[in-house]
């Protein structure tokens, strides 16, 4: 398992109480902004733009896929796992026969950080592995830039719906 890197110190990001009535709560930490999440009694603490294409994960659906909890980006319905980050999608094996549709991995494409509770208060360490992470991208200034242009355009663009909304 690969040791992660802590970043700074603990951040107070708010009371417990508040926190799980909001249910998602945005947070700028160390110039990174994350998204907090309660779900199910658990939080968790997010990057909060989409790896792929930097989509806000605030408005995300979240929904249980292969055993995982995932939120789902809304802009072009990427499924990340809230525990690790991890990237899933639906595909064939063509080497089966038949070829069944399944959920596979693409490895850890979002960053994900630890959230602790202490005296009804709600602290998030950012986490910073040695590697880099697709999400990590979306945090820096480049791009910053690409989501301000793709927020413009936005009016333009159509949602993509997912094939299981059909």
């Known amino acids: 398992m690969e040791e992660k890197e802590q970043s700074g110190g603990l951040h107070c ?3 417990k109480d508040e926190l799980i009535k909001a249910k998602r709560s945005f947070r700028t930490l160390e110039g990174r902004d994350v998204l907090i999440i309660y779900h ?6 997010i990057d909060c733009y ?12 979240i929904e249980d896929i292969n055993g995982k909890l995932c ?16 990237g899933l999608y639906r595909g064939r094996n063509p080497m089966e026969n038949p070829p069944v549709l399944r959920w596979y991995s693409k490895g850890v494409k979002q960053r994900v950080h630890t959230v602790t509770e202490k005296n009804g208060e ?5 986490v910073m592995s040695p590697n880099w992470i697709d ?3 979306y945090q ?6 690409e989501r301000a242009k793709a927020e413009e ?3 333009d663009m159509p949602v993509m719906k997912d094939d299981d909304d059909e």
């Open 135 to 137: 999400s990590d991208y």
């Open 50 to 61: 989409c790896y792929h294409a930097g989509g806000t994960l605030e408005n995300g659906d």
């Open 122 to 126: 709600v602290f998030v360490k950012l």
């Open 71 to 86: 939120i789902i980006c809304p802009k072009h319905k990427y499924k990340i796992t809230l525990a690790e980050g991890e």
């Open 153 to 155: 355009s936005e009016e």
């Open 13 to 15: 990001v708010g009371k």
């Open 140 to 145: 820096g200034e480049k791009g910053k830039l």
């Open 40 to 45: 199910q009694g658990v939080f968790y603490a």
